[in-house]
């Protein structure tokens, strides 16, 4: 059974950082492209990032470059998503997110707020 779990989201100061993780379980996540979404209230899901199988190759949204960055840990099955320099806007949701055999598979999502 896919499981995808994420964790590491919280309240936050403008400018200060945040580590988010996506512990994923019933699968091998060096197989899979793995990616980060959010959604902010009253909008629509975005994508935030995404990382290759192998991790050698990454995606972001224009809005978080040079700010978020994406890696991940086969050997822990686990993604992450470090979050510097945080602005109000970046208050969201995030989810993690895999595509396998056609299905979609999402995590629960974990809360981000941005705020002073």
């Known amino acids: 059974q896919v499981q995808l779990v994420e964790s590491g989201g919280g309240l936050v100061q403008p400018g200060g950082s945040l580590r988010l993780s996506c512990a994923a379980s019933?699968?091998?996540?060096?197989?899979?492209?793995m990616s980060w979404y959010r959604q902010a209230p009253g909008s629509e899901r975005e994508l935030v990032a995404s990382?290759?199988?192998?991790?050698?190759?990454?995606n972001y949204a224009n809005s978080v470059k040079g700010r978020f960055t994406i890696s991940r840990d086969n050997t822990k099955n686990t993604v992450y998503l470090q979050m510097n320099s945080l602005k109000p806007e970046d208050t969201a949701v995030y989810y993690c997110?895999?595509?396998?055999?056609?299905?979609?598979?999402w995590g629960k999502g974990t809360l981000v707020t941005v705020s002073s």
């Open positions: 019933g699968f091998t996540t060096d197989k899979y492209v």
């Open positions: 997110y895999t595509w396998i055999g056609r299905v979609n598979y």
């Open positions: 990382i290759s199988s192998a991790g050698g190759s990454t």
